[in-house]
């Protein structure tokens, strides 16, 4: 933030003027962006930002620990649910939020590990 502003009084925070369930579609003229609510192993609502023209998902945090509620662990189960949404998704690279872009065979393979924690 401090990059980005020279002080934080200039800062205003604000509620969001969109709600939506579990799916929004942006259409961005030839580009299609559809934001999707998928739970996950990091927060019940997480959502990624999948762009099926570019064969993208931008998912952030979703696939991370649970650091609201379980001091970072990774819930076997949520995980193995969210492994399975990314399989029927058809994308060819996956943008997470601190590491580098993957592909979707790459990231199955690191997620796939944390299915089976107990």
């Given amino acids: 933030m ?26 961005l003229g030839g580009i299609t962006c559809q934001i ?19 064969e993208v998902l931008f998912a952030g945090d979703a696939h991370s620990g649970d650091y609201y509620h379980g001091e970072g662990k990774i819930d076997p189960i949520k995980m193995k649910e969210y492994v399975e949404f990314l399989t ?20 199955i393979h690191v997620l796939s590990r944390f299915c089976e924690m107990k």
């Fill in 88 to 107: 029927t998704l058809s994308f060819t690279t996956y943008i997470p939020g601190h590491d580098a872009p993957m592909s979707k065979e790459q990231i």
């Fill in 2 to 27: 401090k990059k980005e502003y020279d002080t934080f009084d200039k800062i205003s925070v604000s509620t969001g003027s969109i709600i939506f369930e579990d799916s929004l579609t942006l259409d």
């Fill in 36 to 54: 999707l609510k998928v739970g996950g192993p990091h927060e019940a609502d997480s959502c990624v930002v999948y762009v099926k023209e570019a």
